[in-house]
Nanobody, 115 residues
Framework: QVQLVESGGGLVQAGGSLRLSCAAS????????MGWYRQAPGKSRELVATIRSGNTVYADSVKGRFTISRDSAKNTLYLQMNSLKPEDTAVYFC??????????WGQGTQVTVSS
């Protein structure tokens, strides 16, 4: 089992920055990829960014503004978000993918960007 706890969300003005953190605990041996997803009110959950063996993938809407990184020694995943826009407002979820057991999810952290 893996537990994921996000932190770092909050209220920020457009153009500002936030850094989200996801602390992972438990059996990380089979975790091969981690990522950030988000869900805005009335919308489906969508991919923001993923990282696997150092390779990163970003949604087109956040390319050049967001950076995903992972500190394996600390079992922590990060999402640096710059030049935030009101349309980035959502609940952000941390995800970990286990080869055998599938996805784990955190409880989410709210990011609100005011115009």
């Amino acid at each position: 089992q893996v537990q994921l706890v996000e932190s770092g969300g909050g209220l920020v003005q457009a153009g500002g920055s936030l850094r989200l953190s996801c602390a992972a605990s438990g059996s990380m041996f089979s975790i091969v990829a981690m990522g950030w997803y988000r869900q805005a009110p009335g919308k489906s959950r969508e991919l923001v960014a993923t990282i696997r063996s150092g390779n990163t993938v970003y949604a087109d809407s956040v390319k050049g503004r967001f950076t995903i990184s992972r500190d394996s020694a600390k079992n922590t995943l990060y999402l640096q978000m710059n030049s935030l826009k009101p349309e980035d407002t959502a609940v952000y979820f941390c995800q970990a993918y286990d080869l055998s057991l599938g996805d784990y999810w955190g409880q989410g952290t709210q990011v609100t960007v005011s115009s």
